[in-house]
């Protein structure tokens, strides 16, 4: 049976969901995008994912498509109607239809796409054994802090790390400073067992997971840095993982084909995901 999504005040069967070919999300890749993740049939960290929501779209100046109440209230009938219990509620907004033209188009309504999906929880086999990421020059634009649906340069950091044998690709700046992944953000464990993980600015976009795990991780007394670290420090580092709201926490044991540390799951990246977990179920 074909998943219900909600585009533009119609619930209808995602595989008929259509949007005009002069929609400027297709025609611009002029809109922005959220997922929230969805916990026990519950949308976890809702308020967190809606504010970032707000702020891309005042960064973009694309006009609220409804209220937020409205929105969330759209949101939990397409979880219903897709009975969804864990899962990802995917949120996108664009300009709207307007004929073709770079300069905003004036009177023109934005366009509203809901859809939900049910996630696995990563395979038993990649929490056991952490996963393999490799660095690459970040090549996206400038404002990394905007949730943009234009991410042709994540897909293809994503995909040039897929032919590589990995799960995950890590984006380097010009200094060899790590940014993020090309859908997560990046952290490491130094040797003295000190978090790690680049404070919000322009270069990175500010995950929603992340910022639970911040605060996990200083409710459980460990210390954290909020700066940048390059591409030696995680080499060097004790443990590495990577967060994202599909992911959780996810040991990260190879770097460039590097071991790192032991080449094992560590326990802060484990204490840290079961803390987490408690919180988003919660």
Same mark, same amino acid.
């Given at each position: 049976?074909?998943?219900?999504?909600?585009?533009?005040?119609?619930?209808?069967?995602?595989?008929?969901?259509?949007?005009?070919?002069?929609?400027?999300?297709?025609?611009?890749?002029?809109?922005?995008?959220?997922?929230?993740?969805?916990?026990?049939?519950?949308?976890?960290?809702?308020?967190?994912?809606?504010?970032?929501?707000?702020?891309?779209?005042?960064?973009?100046?694309?006009?609220?498509?409804?209220?937020?109440?409205?929105?969330?209230?759209?949101?939990?009938?397409?979880?219903?109607?897709?009975?969804?219990?864990?899962?990802?509620?995917?949120?996108?907004?664009?300009?709207?239809?307007?004929?073709?033209?770079?300069?905003?188009?004036?009177?023109? &309504?934005?366009?509203?796409?809901?859809?939900?999906?049910?996630?696995?929880?990563?395979?038993?086999?990649?929490?056991?054994?952490?996963?393999?990421?490799?660095?690459?020059?970040?090549?996206?634009?400038?404002?990394?802090?905007?949730?943009?649906?234009?991410?042709?340069?994540?897909?293809?950091?994503?995909? &040039?790390?897929?032919?590589?044998?990995?799960?995950?690709?890590?984006?380097?700046?010009?200094?060899?400073?790590?940014?993020?992944?090309?859908?997560?953000?990046?952290?490491?464990?130094?040797?003295?067992?000190?978090?790690?993980?680049?404070?919000?600015?322009?270069?990175?976009?500010?995950?929603?997971?992340?910022?639970?795990?911040?605060?996990?991780?200083?409710?459980?007394?460990?210390?954290?840095?909020?700066?940048?670290?390059?591409?030696?420090?995680?080499? &060097?580092?004790?443990?590495?993982?990577?967060?994202?709201?599909?992911?959780?926490?996810?040991?990260?044991?190879?770097?460039?084909?590097?071991?790192?540390?032991?080449?094992?799951?560590?326990?802060? &990246?484990?204490?840290?995901?079961?803390?987490?977990?408690?919180?988003?179920?919660?």
């Amino acid at each position: 049976m074909s998943r219900i999504a909600y585009i533009n005040g119609r619930y209808v069967p995602q595989s008929r969901a259509q949007v005009a070919v002069e929609d400027r999300g297709y025609l611009f890749s002029d809109g922005v995008y959220d997922v929230i993740p969805v916990h026990n049939g519950h949308l976890s960290f809702a308020d967190r994912h809606l504010d970032r929501l707000d702020r891309s779209l005042a960064e973009l100046r694309i006009a609220r498509p409804m209220s937020r109440a409205a929105l969330l209230q759209v949101a939990r009938e397409v979880l219903r109607r897709n009975g969804i219990r864990n899962g990802g509620l995917y949120i996108q907004v664009t300009r709207g239809v307007a004929p073709r033209d770079h300069k905003f188009p004036k009177g023109v &309504a934005p366009s509203l796409l809901i859809m939900a999906k049910r996630l696995k929880a990563p395979a038993p086999d990649l929490l056991a054994k952490g996963v393999a990421v490799v660095t690459m020059p970040d090549q996206r634009w400038a404002r990394r802090d905007i949730k943009s649906i234009s991410l042709v340069a994540n897909v293809l950091a994503k995909q &040039a790390a897929v032919e590589q044998g990995a799960f995950e690709a890590w984006l380097v700046d010009h200094d060899d400073m790590v940014t993020e992944g090309s859908s997560t953000s990046a952290w490491i464990a130094t040797a003295q067992g000190e978090l790690v993980t680049r404070p919000n600015g322009t270069e990175i976009l500010p995950g929603i997971t992340r910022s639970v795990v911040v605060e996990v991780a200083r409710e459980l007394g460990l210390t954290l840095h909020l700066r940048a670290f390059s591409r030696a420090e995680a080499l &060097a580092a004790r443990e590495a993982f990577l967060t994202s709201s599909s992911n959780f926490v996810l040991p990260i044991t190879r770097i460039d084909g590097k071991p790192v540390g032991d080449g094992k799951p560590g326990p802060i &990246a484990t204490r840290l995901r079961a803390a987490y977990l408690t919180v988003a179920r919660s």
